[in-house]
């Protein structure tokens, strides 16, 4: 991000098309192997510039603040999770508002990509519990390798490893709302039975798929359609509370696949009642 903002403060002034030319120059095209990793393509900086500039002065702040932020919530992780590795590869850049954070699979290993303009603009300065979320993301593959299937995740698995993620968050942090646990999203934080009635009633023949058209609906922040945005998150963060009895952290992540698709499977039947 040093080099990031270095790059953002030279720009010329001017509109955003120049600046955008100017950008590409300095920061994207240096950089265009980490955005191949992120698996972030084209991007119209111009326009992002437009949406970013006025975000600029938070998304420093929290550039400057997030090295010691991450790694006092990674030794904070380990109190609960002793079994965690207790060094994680992280790299925070702009994601050009693809994504707050993802964990992509790059030279070799899992990493976590932060991308701190879309941090900043949905979640401030307050991204603890965004964090602890992604930390237990790769926590999750570190101990069950399980869950790495041939040709990627069903959506029973993303909504299973979501559910697990936001459960993790609120035992991280057991004072915080539940809109807090579900990361700013009040929607998801309201999410019931009238809801998850509703998704187990469609779900059974899609759980299988692994196309995006079908995950977007369940899992994407991009969704705008007749059920809220991600809403397999609030659907799995359920079926792991029914689950999760008598089992800490560890042991919810170390459930093989096969019998996390069966516990999937059968909670979405009984709701579906």
């Given amino acids: 991000m040093p080099a990031f903002w270095a ?9 955003e098309v120049a600046r955008a030319r100017a950008l590409i120059g300095a920061w994207f095209t240096p ?24 975000a600029a002065a938070p998304a420093r702040r929290l550039s400057a603040a997030l090295p010691a932020l991450w790694c006092a919530r990674v030794a904070q992780f380990r109190t609960m999770v002793p079994d965690a590795a207790p ?14 954070a993802a964990t992509r699979l790059w030279r070799g290993r899992v990493v976590l990509f932060l991308g701190i303009d879309m941090m ?12 602890d979320h992604e930390r237990f993301h790769m926590y999750h593959h570190e101990v069950n390798p399980s869950l790495i299937l041939p040709g990627g995740d069903p959506l029973w698995l993303g909504i299973w490893k979501e559910g697990m993620a936001v459960h993790a968050t609120a035992v991280l942090n057991p004072a915080a709302s539940r809109r807090e646990v579900f ?16 998704l187990a009633a469609e779900l059974p023949d899609r759980l299988h798929e ?12 991009g969704y705008r359609g007749d059920v809220p945005a991600r809403s397999g998150y609030a659907l799995g963060a359920a079926i792991v509370e029914r689950v999760a009895a ?28």
């Fill in 7 to 15: 790059a953002y403060d030279a720009l010329p002034a001017g509109d």
């Fill in 31 to 54: 950089n265009v192997e980490v955005y191949r990793g992120a698996a972030i393509g084209r991007v119209d900086l111009a326009r992002w510039l437009a949406q970013f500039d006025p």
């Fill in 87 to 100: 060094e994680v590869p992280a790299l925070s850049f702009v994601s050009f508002l693809n994504f707050d």
């Fill in 120 to 131: 900043a603009l949905l979640h401030g300065e307050a991204v603890g519990p965004l964090l």
């Fill in 183 to 198: 990361l700013g999203d009040a929607a998801l934080a309201e999410a019931g039975p009238t809801l998850f009635r509703r």
């Fill in 210 to 221: 692994t196309a995006g058209t079908v995950r977007t609906r369940y899992l994407s922040y």
């Fill in 246 to 273: 008598g089992r800490d952290l560890a042991a919810l992540a170390r459930i093989p696949a096969p019998e996390a698709e069966a516990l999937v499977r059968a909670q979405i039947a009984a709701m579906a009642r």
